[in-house]
């Protein structure tokens, strides 16, 4: 009787009953929500030349608690004013991830994209300059 017994009862740290153990459970799975919310780091507004909407562009993070770091995201919209003075956002159908990056900046008139990637090891800095659709320096 003795070994059905101990097979069903769960062991609990010294000091810590079963009620603790649920609330620690409960704010483990808390903590791991609130860091899946990424916070916008800068964003950027610029004009269209033809005065009809504005480009925004937007750096975003999101922790990474196992890795002790911060993944680094950029996303899009297209800002547009209806004629109700209402504004819609179309929305880039997804950010993307900039590993390894330690700044971007933006030119003033949003052609352009500085990325300065700062790789972990000890080789230099690497600094790209983005037109529209690819890397051009």
């Avoid at 000091?15 to 649920?22: H, L, P, R, S, Y």
């Avoid at 608690?65 to 504004?87: T, Y």
């Avoid at 500085?114 to 790789?119: E, K, Q, T």
Wanted: aromatic content about 8%.
């Amino acid at each position: 009787m003795e070994g059905s017994k101990a097979g069903s009862f769960k062991e609990m740290p010294l000091g810590i009953d079963a009620t603790t153990e649920e609330e620690y459970a409960s704010q483990s799975r808390l903590l791991q929500e609130f860091t899946g919310i990424s916070s916008n780091d800068k964003a950027w507004i610029f004009k269209s030349d033809n005065g009809i909407g504005s480009q925004a562009m937007f750096s975003i993070s999101q922790p990474n608690l196992l890795a002790n770091k911060r993944k680094k995201f950029i996303l899009s919209s297209h800002v547009l004013r209806e004629s109700n003075n209402s504004v819609n956002f179309q929305w880039a159908p997804f950010p993307v991830e900039m590993t390894g990056v330690s700044v971007m900046v933006p030119s003033p008139s949003g052609a352009k994209l500085l990325v300065v990637r700062d790789p972990e090891k000890e080789s230099p800095c690497q600094f790209e300059i983005w037109g529209r659709a690819q890397v051009e320096k």
